[in-house]
C-alpha cells in the first residue's frame, strides 16, 4: 500500500482489469439518484491530486471522469482525504473555511457528504461523495446508507489485493522467495525486449549447487533448505535490481543480467561464491559450499530466445559440473 494517498498510481489512466467498473458505475448513478442530487462522484487520491474515477451520468453533472485538482486545493474531499473520516457538510454558506473551495465558489456547491473509501490495511483510497447546489439536511440513516455503500468499493479493492497477492505468489518460490520458473519467464521476456531496444548484451547463467543430496542424506532437509537458502541470499546480493534471478527448481537457479560489457559475468560469479560461502561459513552441517554454472552471453546482432539461452546455459553447466566430478573424484 502507499505510504500517501497521493503516491498512488492514477486509474484513470491504468485501470486494473481486476476492477468491476460498470458495478461501481451503476453505484455511483444510484447515489445520485437516492440523495436527489446534481452529482455523486468516486474520486481518487493519487499522483494527479483528486482525480475523478466516476461520475454520475446526469446532465447537471458539471464534474466529468479525469478532471483532477491539485492534492492542496481545498476542496471538500480534501478533507475526508486527509483525516481519512467521512464529512458533512449542510450549507457552506454558513462556514468560511469554504471561502476558497472551487467546487462552492465556482460551481455553487454547498452541500456536501463524503466518506473515504479505503485499502484493507485502512489507506485512504478516494472518496464516495454527493454534492447539492442547494442546503440539505440529510438524516441519519442516509448519512449510514452512504458509509454502507462505500463499503462495496472497499470490499471490491480487498479482492484486488488479494488477487495481486496471490498472482504474486504464484510466481516467487515459497522456499527462497526467489521468482520460481513461471515468474522468471514472464520477467526474462520483459528483459529481452529490453536489451534488444537498447543495444545491450543479455547473459544467462545456469547454476546448479554440490552436494545437496549428499547433505540432506546424512545431515537432514532441513540443512539442506538452509544451503539452498544461502545460495538464494547470495544470488540476490550480488545482483542488481534489474537482473532476473530464480530457483527453477530442487538444487538448480538461473540469473539473467543485462551487461554493457562481456567481462560482467566472471565478476558477477565471485560475487555470489564469495557470499556464499560467507554465508555457511560455520554451519556444522555444510563445509565447503560450492556450485557449478554455465553461462551464454549474447550480443545484440545474436539471435536468441528465453528457451535457447536456457538449454544452452544449462548445457555449459552440466560440462561444468562433469569437470567437478572428475576433479573431486575419490
Same mark, same amino acid.
Given at each position: 500500500m502507499p505510504k500517501s494517498p497521493f503516491d498512488q498510481p492514477s486509474f484513470f489512466q491504468h485501470m486494473p482489469p481486476e476492477i468491476p467498473l460498470d458495478k461501481w458505475q451503476r453505484l455511483v448513478d444510484l447515489i445520485a439518484v437516492i440523495y436527489k442530487a446534481p452529482g455523486a462522484w468516486l474520486i481518487q487520491a493519487n499522483e494527479a491530486g483528486m482525480e475523478t474515477l466516476l461520475a454520475d451520468k446526469g446532465p447537471e453533472n458539471p464534474l466529468k471522469p479525469g478532471d483532477a485538482v491539485p492534492q492542496d486545493a481545498n476542496i471538500y474531499c480534501r478533507h475526508v482525504i486527509t483525516r481519512n473520516k467521512a464529512l458533512y457538510v449542510k450549507n457552506a454558506d454558513h462556514e468560511d473555511r469554504w471561502d476558497d473551495n472551487p467546487e462552492y465558489t465556482e460551481y455553487g456547491f454547498k452541500s456536501y457528504l463524503g466518506v473515504p473509501i479505503q485499502w484493507p490495511d485502512g489507506t485512504v483510497f478516494g472518496t464516495l461523495c454527493t454534492m447539492d447546489t442547494e442546503e440539505t439536511d *440529510?438524516?441519519?440513516?442516509?448519512?449510514? %446508507?452512504?458509509?454502507?455503500?462505500?463499503?462495496? $468499493?472497499?470490499?471490491?479493492?480487498?479482492? +484486488?489485493?488479494?488477487?495481486?497477492?496471490?498472482?504474486e505468489l504464484s510466481l516467487k518460490d515459497e522456499l527462497t522467495q526467489l521468482n520460481n520458473r513461471r515468474g522468471f519467464?514472464? *520477467?526474462?521476456?520483459?528483459?529481452?525486449? %529490453?536489451?534488444?531496444?537498447?543495444?545491450?548484451? $543479455?547473459?544467462?547463467?545456469?547454476?546448479? +549447487?554440490?552436494?545437496?543430496?549428499?547433505?540432506?542424506?546424512t545431515a537432514g532437509h532441513?540443512?539442506?533448505?538452509?544451503?539452498?537458502?544461502?545460495f538464494a541470499r547470495a544470488l540476490m546480493e550480488a545482483t542488481r535490481i534489474e537482473d532476473c534471478a530464480a530457483r527453477m527448481g530442487g538444487d538448480e537457479f538461473v540469473l539473467l543480467a543485462l551487461q554493457k560489457s562481456l567481462p560482467e559475468t566472471d565478476m558477477l560469479v565471485n560475487r555470489i561464491r564469495r557470499s556464499f560461502e560467507s554465508i555457511l561459513e560455520g554451519d556444522p552441517d555444510i563445509t565447503a559450499p560450492s556450485f557449478c554454472f554455465g553461462t551464454r552471453t549474447c550480443t545484440p546482432s545474436e539471435p536468441y530466445t528465453i528457451d535457447s539461452l536456457l538449454l544452452e546455459s544449462d548445457a555449459l553447466m552440466f560440462e561444468d559440473k562433469k569437470r567437478f566430478k572428475e576433479e573431486n573424484r575419490e
Open positions: *440529510l438524516p441519519d440513516e442516509y448519512i449510514e %446508507l452512504m458509509h454502507q455503500l462505500k463499503h462495496v $468499493i472497499d470490499g471490491d479493492l480487498s479482492q +484486488l489485493v488479494t488477487a495481486r497477492k496471490l498472482h519467464m514472464d *520477467l526474462a521476456r520483459k528483459m529481452v525486449q %529490453l536489451a534488444r531496444r537498447n543495444d545491450f548484451s $543479455i547473459a544467462m547463467t545456469f547454476f546448479d +549447487l554440490n552436494g545437496l543430496k549428499n547433505i540432506n542424506d532441513q540443512a539442506g533448505d538452509r544451503l539452498i537458502r544461502a
